[in-house]
């Protein structure tokens, strides 16, 4: 059994490394790559590339696991929306329509989205068996942000669009959850061992919505991934203390927390799944110093715990590899 495996299905506290967002944006292999592929689902959707782009940060750092080069955005892509980068200003989708959604079957969904899978199954013929393959998905509110063009900026959110949008938004928590559900299922069947539900824009809801837009269609996420008997680890970022009530429902096997979440509260109130990541990843643009320290924080508060090495999210853009390495190699020694 792998080391992420282990500590997520057997508690065993083996402490498993690796990074969200490790695969791109930092590294300077996967900009060389990008810089000839200007149209980013496009990219995505050439699995030689993939799984390339895979298996760089595994080449370059001592880790645990990959997780497969794609995005969340391909699955509304493949229900029939475009999705665009501008530079600079984040992903753009076209204008959400039911009728288009209501003729894509599930073969067309596969179709669209097999070159992930064929990337993975590539990626896994050419990874280290000792290292585990994480496949993700985005949770349904998630996406609808992205979907319905909820997002007014970082942190706030349009709750006039919200309400104009509502037959959109029942309609969509409604059937999307199936969608994510096959393409969790293709991706198991390709060969990925975990699966990492990102809900990156839970922290948008209203303390009222949260039962139906958060804590139940995850639920359905991880009953799905339990089913098919792989391991969930669920990345609610931004609900704060709602953590509790996150996991007193969705009960996935491991719970990856933000940076704004008090560790000591987490270790103390968070019992049961194995706990995922928690560090600032701005602390990476500091010197080596912080880092540590920074890190050290965590590996004490975890010490003989179910706890996998990572950060709070994503790793950032500007982050030099060199301090990646060093922070690998420090978890590593510690
Ligand atoms: O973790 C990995 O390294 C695997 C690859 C991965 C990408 N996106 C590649 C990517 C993963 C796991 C994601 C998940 C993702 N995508 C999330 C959830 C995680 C999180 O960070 O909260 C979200 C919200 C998205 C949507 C998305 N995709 C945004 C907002 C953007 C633009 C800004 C950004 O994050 O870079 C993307 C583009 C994207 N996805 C890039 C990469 C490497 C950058 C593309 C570029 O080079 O311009």
Same mark, same amino acid.
């Given at each position: 059994m792998n080391k992420l495996t282990k500590c997520l299905i057997?508690? @065993? $506290?083996?402490l498993p490394v690796w990074f969200m =967002?490790?695969? %791109? =944006?930092?590294l300077p292999e996967f900009r060389k790559i990008r810089l000839n592929n200007p149209n980013f689902m496009k990219l995505c959707s050439t699995s030689n590339l993939c799984t390339e782009i895979t298996l760089q940060p595994v080449i370059r750092y001592n880790l645990d696991a990959a997780i497969i080069f794609? @995005?969340?955005l391909m699955v509304p892509y493949a229900l029939g929306q475009n999705v665009e980068f501008e530079k600079g200003k984040g992903p753009k989708l076209s204008k959400f329509n039911i009728e288009n959604f209501l003729k894509i079957t599930e073969e067309d969904f596969t179709r669209k989205l097999n070159p992930i899978y064929e990337a993975i199954k590539k990626t896994r013929s050419q990874l280290d068996k000792n290292i585990n393959l994480i496949a993700f998905v985005g949770s349904p509110w998630t996406l609808i942000v992205y979907m319905l063009g909820f997002k007014l900026d970082k942190k706030n959110l349009d709750l006039d669009i919200v309400d104009a949008k509502k037959k959109d938004l029942d309609f969509l928590f409604k059937h999307l959850t199936k969608f994510i559900c096959l393409h969790i299922k293709n991706q198991i069947d390709a060969g990925a061992d975990v699966i990492q539900i990102f809900d990156?824009?839970? %922290? #948008?809801?209203p303390k009222k919505n949260l039962v139906s837009y958060c804590y139940a269609p995850n639920l359905k996420l991880v009953e799905f991934c339990k089913k098919e008997n792989i391991p969930a680890i669920c990345f609610p970022k931004g609900i704060k203390e709602n953590y509790l009530d996150f996991l007193k429902i969705v009960k996935p096997e491991g719970l990856s927390i933000d940076y704004d979440l008090d560790p000591e509260w987490a270790r103390k109130n968070l019992e049961g799944p194995c706990i995922q990541g928690g560090m600032d $990843?701005?602390? #990476? #643009?500091?010197e080596d110093k912080k880092i540590f320290s920074a890190a050290t924080k965590y590996l004490q508060i975890f010490k003989n715990y179910p706890y996998i090495f990572n950060l709070g999210h994503g790793l950032l853009p500007e982050t030099n590899p060199e301090k990646v390495n060093k922070l690998v190699n420090f978890v590593r020694n510690y």
């Amino acid at each position: 059994m792998n080391k992420l495996t282990k500590c997520l299905i057997n508690k @065993d $506290p083996c402490l498993p490394v690796w990074f969200m =967002r490790q695969a %791109g =944006r930092h590294l300077p292999e996967f900009r060389k790559i990008r810089l000839n592929n200007p149209n980013f689902m496009k990219l995505c959707s050439t699995s030689n590339l993939c799984t390339e782009i895979t298996l760089q940060p595994v080449i370059r750092y001592n880790l645990d696991a990959a997780i497969i080069f794609s @995005d969340i955005l391909m699955v509304p892509y493949a229900l029939g929306q475009n999705v665009e980068f501008e530079k600079g200003k984040g992903p753009k989708l076209s204008k959400f329509n039911i009728e288009n959604f209501l003729k894509i079957t599930e073969e067309d969904f596969t179709r669209k989205l097999n070159p992930i899978y064929e990337a993975i199954k590539k990626t896994r013929s050419q990874l280290d068996k000792n290292i585990n393959l994480i496949a993700f998905v985005g949770s349904p509110w998630t996406l609808i942000v992205y979907m319905l063009g909820f997002k007014l900026d970082k942190k706030n959110l349009d709750l006039d669009i919200v309400d104009a949008k509502k037959k959109d938004l029942d309609f969509l928590f409604k059937h999307l959850t199936k969608f994510i559900c096959l393409h969790i299922k293709n991706q198991i069947d390709a060969g990925a061992d975990v699966i990492q539900i990102f809900d990156s824009w839970a %922290g #948008l809801i209203p303390k009222k919505n949260l039962v139906s837009y958060c804590y139940a269609p995850n639920l359905k996420l991880v009953e799905f991934c339990k089913k098919e008997n792989i391991p969930a680890i669920c990345f609610p970022k931004g609900i704060k203390e709602n953590y509790l009530d996150f996991l007193k429902i969705v009960k996935p096997e491991g719970l990856s927390i933000d940076y704004d979440l008090d560790p000591e509260w987490a270790r103390k109130n968070l019992e049961g799944p194995c706990i995922q990541g928690g560090m600032d $990843p701005k602390v #990476l #643009l500091e010197e080596d110093k912080k880092i540590f320290s920074a890190a050290t924080k965590y590996l004490q508060i975890f010490k003989n715990y179910p706890y996998i090495f990572n950060l709070g999210h994503g790793l950032l853009p500007e982050t030099n590899p060199e301090k990646v390495n060093k922070l690998v190699n420090f978890v590593r020694n510690y």
